[in-house]
């Protein structure tokens, strides 16, 4: 296992480009609307606050569809210039964040109609974080080093579950591509890295209240237009991407997973009282199925891991890959591994470990 080094370029980044197409499978198509395997979009926003009058999204031609039991009503406005950053004709879905009502936005002009303000509790002082949140709230800085400057906001499990903002930004160094999957988006603070080393980034998530916090936090951060927000169960969704034809889908060169450990007890959840964690304790589905249903959609996959996992079997994953034995470059035998684990830490804090599949490897 590898200890986490300084910032360096993805060998990804540096792969020749027939090598990079073997390891790029030929993923997701338009992205989905109407189920939540496919997902829904929510929408993004201009970088900056000065959206105008008629960039409003609740006005001009929309089409309503509901999305989620709790009466969200997500708008998909079909006019072709709403198309999202990266371009072509994708539906752009209007605000549904869930708290602000309509009538509540129009009494706060000042507000972005993508700001969750009020959505969850903004903690400023400790005595006002309940106790089971009050270790990560003292955290803060380390989460989100703005968290004093900007408003962001987290719900019960974003505090304990988010990436310490210097390893997102050191995992998305390493994960540096066309097109990022980042499949358990939470309230964002691995996307919002995402969003400054990828092209593209599909920021997913099943819950309409982290997804929404996870836009906010990046509006505030100022990247959420670099980043599309899908609304979508990711098993379901990887599972209804494997039935789809190449032809359907779009390119995805790599998925993130950090997926629910099984909330902070994950450090007693080995079996008769050993302190290692097994894969299966992952969920939604133990942590080898989620792999092999991310493994059709693109070998470069970078899973994010409680830091007492069981190695062996974190890197046992590997076998399964299909990648090629020989580097494309010379047709030499590949010489090094399709895995390769590194420890996440903050300061003398081991905090997570993420394994790397693929070409994520560095062969360094
Ligand atoms: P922790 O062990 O709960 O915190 O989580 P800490 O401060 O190391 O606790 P201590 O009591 O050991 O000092 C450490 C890190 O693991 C968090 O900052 C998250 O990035 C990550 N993490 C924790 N959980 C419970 C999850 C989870 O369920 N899913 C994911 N993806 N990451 C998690």
């Known amino acids: 296992m590898r200890r986490r080094g300084g910032r360096g370029a993805s060998i990804f980044a540096a792969l020749p480009w027939d090598l990079k197409s073997t390891l790029r499978a030929n993923p997701v198509a338009e992205p989905p609307s109407g189920s939540s395997s496919r997902g829904d979009l929510l929408p993004t926003q201009p970088p900056s606050d000065d959206h105008e009058e008629g960039d409003d999204p609740e006005e001009g031609d929309e089409q309503e569809v509901q999305v989620e039991e709790e009466e969200v009503v997500v708008a998909v406005a079909a006019t072709p210039d709403e198309a999202g950053p990266s371009g072509g004709n994708r539906k752009r879905a209007a605000n549904a964040l869930v708290s602000p009502s309509k009538r509540q936005r129009t009494d706060d002009h000042e507000r972005h109609p993508w700001d969750c303000t009020g959505l969850v509790p903004r903690y400023e002082k400790a005595a006002d974080v309940p106790a089971h949140l009050k270790k990560y709230f003292y955290q803060r800085h380390s989460l989100f080093p703005a968290y004093s400057r900007l408003p962001l906001l987290l719900d019960d499990t974003g505090w304990f579950s988010v990436t310490p903002s210097e390893i997102a930004e050191h995992i998305a160094e390493r994960c540096r591509s066309d097109v990022i999957l980042d499949a358990f988006c939470g309230v964002g603070g691995n996307a ?139 047709g030499a035998e590949r010489g090094r591994e399709w895995v390769e684990m590194e420890e996440e830490w903050v300061g003398d804090k081991l905090k997570a470990v993420t394994a790397y599949y693929g070409g994520l490897v560095d062969g360094g």
């Open 192 to 330: 919002i890295a995402f969003a400054r080393t990828c092209e593209r980034v599909i920021a997913m998530d099943n819950d309409i209240t982290r997804l929404s916090l996870a836009r906010h936090n990046a509006l505030h951060y100022g990247v959420a237009d670099r980043i599309e927000f899908v609304l979508a169960d990711y098993v379901e969704w990887a599972r209804e991407y494997a039935r789809r034809g190449a032809h359907a889908r779009e390119e995805v060169d790599v998925v993130f997973l950090s997926p629910p450990w099984g909330g902070p007890e994950y450090l007693s959840f080995g079996a008769d009282g050993s302190p290692t964690y097994p894969l299966s304790a992952v969920l939604p589905i133990p942590g080898d199925e989620l792999f092999a249903i991310t493994a059709p959609i693109t070998p470069n996959i970078a899973y994010y891991l409680p830091r007492n996992v069981d190695v062996e079997e974190v890197a046992s994953l590997a076998n399964t890959l299909d990648v090629p034995q020989k580097d494309a470059e010379n």
